[in-house]
């Protein structure tokens, strides 16, 4: 009898609020496959309270990786629970074979067989540019795209307001996704909003996607694949550089000694 | 305790060796999730032997649907195992809201997580452009694949060459997509070809998709998440029609009595 | 003293007023060139009434297919009048050198030259993402298409309300992708809509594309210049397969026997 | 009974072996309809002996509007016989609602139906990436264009070489662009190859088109249907303005006196 | 000590009110760097009162190069000071390795590193599509261009109407681009509009690129640069041939008889 | 009479030797403007010797906005000396008004009005994938890259290996991309091949781009012409969250405490 895989989820930021609702849903989905995989949910040691831009994205990757490299020995594949094309995923995945995703890529890639189009309803305006660059990056273009709506919160109010308050934001945005850029399925864009998407499915009609239920359902499948990261091009291991190491954290020193893949 | 969900999966022609191919696929990749999924493998009743092209394909869907429609009601998804745009999925998804996808569009989402660039090996030079088409529908654009390679065999002679002459076409054109195309990724473009992917991939090094496998493994993922194709736009369920059937067959038949979703 | 060209069009349903409709406009359009073309009209035998989507395009096309098989010999082209990218049309271009058209590509080349921008009045939101596939495929990218607009009728409805009435429903369509959309041209989108163009086109002061018209046009160029289907990529011509058949329509047959071109 | 139509072509050089070039295809292809359209074969008075890039276009697209504005009166539209986005056609498409177009426009457009890519073999390494802006501008993107291959002459050298030198260079890079490109069908992007396309296809086996064939074959569709060029937009109407004119050029200063559409 | 670069700008239409606004913002800005370049502004000796089209920029064109012609010898380089895809620059920039650029590529370049989408607000509807065009040829894409807005002007209203006028509609359009388009940088799309961008910025918040200072930016920056214009490709020199001239224009026929590069 | 403006540049790794030749170039290109504008050149003060892919721009990042935002009160404009799409511009870009770019964007936009396509010879085939999601993102498309090209070496053997070693690979990998590619202008893609550029452009014979002279040449127009990022979309400012901070280093915290631009 083969040992379950394990599955590393880290929420890119210090919220413990944000980690317990990410936590919450990736129990829920992991639950789903009657223990073939295990996932562990874990948060920052140091950063940012929430990712609301770029300027946050680089203080959060930067400490996502130092704590994941502390971790990884001990997982089969990392999920980085963040809704954008969060710098970590890259980083790791010259780091590392083991399989390493963003939510939102995988929210994305679920969302393709259930509609033409989607829209992702996010937080803030601040995101609209932000996350179009990242379903580019993703899709190679925005053609299945219909629109990236703002819900007018930041990513900490997903989970300090109430919820009905963030709910009713919601839907507003998806309802007007649908009805005016021809969103035929939703995404809820931010990790926060997880385990929402019933409730607006039922109001809407139309199929909604929970980032992270998306994200641990899309590293199940490759982790029970076992598929690696090509070491080709985009994410070329690099070479161990023991000596030239000037960075003063634990889990990114320990990169810096690592061996090719 | 809940049953388990059921996936029919179907090989749109009539070849009995390709059938059993892909039977074998979906036995080993349905037995990792440990039964929470069970499968079935059928094939269309009449039509072609292999789809080779456009001609077939329009023979092949309408066998298809027609095999389909007469035992969905006893599935709760539908998988159709020919890597191409598979006409029937279009179809299946205004006759029904249970998730269906086709073995192309599984495999070329399972290999974006794993790399920059795939390559998709494929039969002839005559599937090339048609391949090409189906990427731009499924992504909306070709930016993340680096070519579609052809291996120079027939579809059927995936199945009737022996597995040594397979395999060496393949790696021959696996190995100038990489060197040649910038591939990271390959994809094995044709139901026939699954469970050469090991061997492939040990050979060359990066990641090999086996197109069934991704297939089996998506329509889990969306068995398990209860997702629904979306009623809007592109699969909007067609009314019922009773009264204007002038179709011979028992399946395609019963689809137009079909009541709306 | 050469013979004139003869050009076969299909109505790719079932439907009598449909048919009726576009011989109307087939014989007005041939009837231009002073005989040097000569047209039928016909239809499928058996299949759908009218083509809603995409179940019923999989129906249709195997009917059409199966029809233009059996005819084929004593034509020299053949125009699908459907407003779809008819999967019959790349099906026949494998069965025949001998070029073949559907209308919809047909409208949108000859509404090129008259304008940077063109729309497409369809009859319901079904046909929305359909005919923007449609178009990507036909010219390679939406650029010049401005949108594609609903008219909120079913293609069946073209033939059985009143001619005011669609025309009302035309005209409003029409206004608002000239107004909001930034249409230069507008294409009617569907083969019911022949010669509606004119009322159209006097009401709102922009060309109006008949699609069967344009069909027969540029059907007219391509047998006059002697063009053929390229025998490369695309539509390679599929090798005879006469003992494999399992298909028991006559037309669909004979395409499995038929020698390579 | 209705009197023919009369088109206009303008070879926008002052070669008389190229007009003569011109000419004799463009009988050739007004006869094949039996005298429902007459043509007329023109040069610019002034100007370039031939047009081998963007400097000498800037002078010829001058000196192409001034004839054509002065003879417009006795035609039904223009055609402008130059394999390249000439820019007089959009200063006529603003003078005139009688449509206009060059023989590029018409080439690519006439090849769609054929293949899904083709390569147009142009004279010399200038052109490609000005011909590549033009497939840009007139299909909205490059996707159905396999290569611009240079054939390794000057505009001048397709009708001073001798026929089988001339010969013997486009079968070269037809022939490459076949192999290595994908090329499914060929444009001779020239008007002075016209009628050389015979000889390249037999040799190919893949259709070739004549640019300038083509280019009478999509003005008589134009003319017989009444099409006009739309108001709005791109080709709105300059509204008239005598007192600016300080243009010496007979036509251009007619123009300049013209009412709007 | 160096000599002082020296900077050729020239207002492609014959109005002296235009080329005194364009010739004001240059000294403006060619002041900023204290002497380095010196900058000398003329206008086409011939042609039109203001290029409202691409009628009047067939005629523009051929009297910009015939002026810039005469006076090349004397200057570093060239900047044609109308916001279009000026057919001018490719014309020049076959004639001389002297740096050449239209203030519309100037503007979009200095827009980008502002923000992620920019909006022109130009003259009128007919400039749209030929300015989306301008932006596809400069970028290769929309994507960055949020929209192009008209202000309901002609070009020659830009600098007739009173300054207040002339304001208020580019206000108007500028919010608008902000507020539906998601425009974060606004590009003013005439040179009669030079040194209005102050106010609209600070009315609106977002940076505004007046586009004859941002041309002159760029021109000096590439005249300090010792770049040239490469040889190779799109803008590959014309050989020499003076025979063949049938171009009265001075400056015209001196590039007929100039040496390769 | 004011104040010459000041600009920061910064290598945004540790390598001393790196760091000397980012500065001479610097110091040459900032000296062309007699003195209107005063750089500095520095490096990160921990982190990477250099950035050999995305784990050491996660690291770097962080370590370059951690030196800049420590700097940033003494400073008009900021100059990542790193060619790649480095995190901290759009990072700095939230944090600060003031006008922030890489050498990359800038080195693309120089390249631009020089020819119809563009290069990028890179450190490692590692790059070619990163760089061309730069490009996409830079310009919207890949449209005008012709290709990027490895010069099979890492980033820091541009400053270690001998310069004849290092120019011999910069020529070679120019040649292939200017023969085989279509490249009609070449970007050096590593801030250590600064000032190699015109010993390729003497050997090649078309125009050779230096990133860290065209990222000088373009800061100083930015702050001559007083432009500043704009506050909506994209790089929407952060609002202040002082209590939130757990970030160890200087810089960052004061960025976590900045008010509101």
Redesign the interface.
């Known amino acids: 009898m083969t040992a379950a895989k394990r599955l590393l989820v880290i929420n890119p930021n ?1 919220s413990k609020e944000m980690t317990a609702v990410i936590e919450a849903s990736v129990t829920h989905s992991i639950g ?5 995989v295990e996932a562990t949910t874990v948060c920052a040691d ?4 929430s990712v ?8 959060s ?2 400490w996502t ?1 130092d704590k994941v490299m502390s971790m990884l020995d001990d997982y089969d594949g990392v999920l980085v629970a963040c809704f954008s094309d969060h ?2 995923v ?6 590392t074979h083991k ?3 963003h939510i939102m ?1 995988a929210a994305v ?2 969302s ?6 989607f829209s992702i309803v996010t937080d ?3 995101w ?3 996350l179009e ?1 990242g379903v ?10 219909a629109s990236v709506r703002s819900s007018d919160m930041t990513a900490l109010d997903t989970v300090t307001l109430s919820k009905e308050q963030v709910l009713e934001k919601l839907l507003k945005a998806s309802q007007l996704a ?1 009805d005016q850029d ?4 939703i995404l809820l864009g931010c990790a926060g909003m997880s385990q929402m998407n019933v409730a607006i499915e039922q109001s809407l ?3 909604v ?1 929970d980032a992270v ?2 994200g641990v ?2 590293m ?3 982790l ?2 076992n ?10 291991p ?1 070479p161990a ?1 023991p000596d ?1 190491v ?3 954290n634990a889990g ?1 020193s320990k ?1 810096y000694g690592r061996p090719s893949k």
């Open positions: 210090t789903l496959f009657g223990g073939v140091q950063g940012v309270a609301e831009g770029s300027f946050d994205e680089v203080v990757a930067y990786v710098a970590s890259k980083a790791l995945r010259e780091a399989p390493v995703m890529e890639l679920q393709l067989p259930l509609g033409a189009k803030s305006n601040h609209k540019p932000l660059e580019q990056a993703i899709l190679g273009s925005m053609e299945r795209c649908v021809g969103a035929e399925v009609g139309v199929p996607i239920s998306a359902l899309a199940v499948t490759l029970l694949s598929l690696r990261t090509s070491p080709l091009g985009m994410y070329t690099l550089r030239e000037s960075v003063p990114i990169a």
